[in-house]
């Protein structure tokens, strides 16, 4: 049976939460089968699956293709859908349209980017049956205004602003936040005051769970890799072995070592 956010919170009681992104029904049995609690149909498909230099080009009928595979080999895993770039922008409506397809395609839960100005759409999903996942620090459809890739919230006013659009998002109804390379004191400064289950990417140790991009750890992507990027089949032997590993580091609180973190000055 599927779990339920009242599992996950009663499991984040005594645990972290595993998650990795999944793109299909083969691998979310894998997943699934190896303790990882959160699937998440991220839109970075569209740069590990479809070769794109970024997220930018992923449609909702993209995400909803691959929602639906992980759905038929998830058993137990919550999925949580990544609504695409220009897909809930425009207005709270749009966002539902696309949200519904996204949960009719077998999602449980569909994450968005961004603070402050998405707090009124997440309050309108959260009202009509939509369980929010927020993203803030680095949101990568944001990559062109930021001007790359970069670790957010490093001086007072930046932090201030994830803090605040944290504060926006949970506030709005969202269950569940990722947090994306941010230092890790911030990260920390969010999870002290959290009403969400937060998720660290490039965080935190003290967030409620972690999650990585699975080419990430499986060490299939090429170019450069982020600070927060470990390798597990590097000593995992196998791709069932790597993700247990995986999942018994984060479980542990093993997983991110201050090497996979950033701090203040980073
Ligand atoms: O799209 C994605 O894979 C993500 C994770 C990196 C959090 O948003």
Not at 132 to 139: A, R
Not at 149 to 172: C, F, N, S, T
Not at 249 to 256: K, M
Request: glycine share 12%.
């Amino acid at each position: 049976m599927r779990r339920t956010i009242h599992d996950l919170r009663r499991l984040a009681a005594t645990r972290k939460l595993a998650s990795l992104t999944c793109y299909d029904a083969s691998f979310a049995g894998v997943l699934d089968d190896a303790g990882v609690d959160i699937l998440l149909v991220g839109d970075s498909l569209g740069m590990v699956i479809q070769g794109h230099a970024s997220t930018l080009p992923v449609t909702v009928g993209d995400v909803a293709y691959h929602t639906r595979a992980v759905a038929r080999g998830a058993r137990t895993a919550w999925i949580v859908a990544d609504m695409p770039f220009g897909s809930y922008q425009a207005s709270p409506e749009q966002a539902l349209g696309n949200a519904v397809e996204l949960m009719q395609a077998g999602a449980d839960m569909v994450k968005l980017e961004g603070g402050e100005e998405m707090a009124a759409t997440v309050a309108f999903l959260v009202a009509r049956g939509v369980p929010v996942c927020g993203h803030v620090g680095l949101t990568p459809q944001h990559v062109q205004t930021l001007g790359g890739y970069r670790i957010q919230g490093k001086d007072a006013a930046g932090a201030e602003r994830v803090l605040a659009g944290a504060r926006a998002i949970e506030e709005a109804g969202a269950d569940m936040l990722v947090v994306e390379a941010v230092p890790h004191s911030l990260a920390e400064r969010i999870v002290a005051r959290r009403r969400s289950l937060v998720i660290g990417i490039g965080a935190s140790a003290a967030c409620d769970g972690q999650v990585l991009v699975l080419h990430d750890m499986l060490g299939v992507t090429s170019g450069k890799r982020p600070r927060f990027v470990k390798n597990f089949l590097a000593e995992g032997g196998s791709v069932d072995g790597a993700v247990r590993r995986y999942v018994d580091a984060v479980r542990s609180g093993a997983f991110p070592g201050p090497e996979q973190v950033y701090a203040d000055e980073a």
